[in-house]
């Protein structure tokens, strides 16, 4: 299994940003996908997750209405589509899958700063 992140940056607040995460080595198309973000000095969070088709999402609270997860099946790619970004929402942000529960790629940073 591989998880390439990308698309991070540093952006002002109210800004967007879309994350890509290429992924490899598994049937990308029959597992949910998610994508967490973790700041220093505290535990890794949840912020979205999509079903294997893409029909069914889900949000942490903390993003609902400002995020939208979404995947490209045939590229074997999720997404994350970040408008309205806070300061809080600085991170590092991984893809995840439970095809490689202890696998983590190594993150794309999103500073959200003016």
């Known amino acids: 299994v591989q998880l390439v992140e990308s698309g991070g940056g540093l952006v002002h607040p109210g800004g967007s940003l879309r994350l890509s995460c290429a992924a490899s080595?598994?049937?990308?198309?029959?597992?949910?996908m998610r994508w967490y973000r973790q700041t220093p000095g505290k535990e890794r969070e949840l912020v979205a997750e999509?079903?294997?088709?893409?029909?069914?999402?889900d949000y942490a609270d903390s993003v609902k209405g400002r995020f939208t997860i979404s995947r490209d099946n045939a590229k074997n790619t999720v997404y994350l589509q970040m408008n309205s970004l806070k300061s809080e929402d600085t991170a590092v942000y991984y893809c995840?899958?439970?095809?490689?529960?202890?696998?983590w790629g190594q993150g794309t940073q999103v500073t959200v700063s003016s």
């Open positions: 995840y899958t439970r095809r490689a529960p202890t696998y």
């Open positions: 080595g598994f049937s990308f198309s029959n597992y949910n």
């Open positions: 999509i079903s294997s088709g893409g029909g069914s999402t």
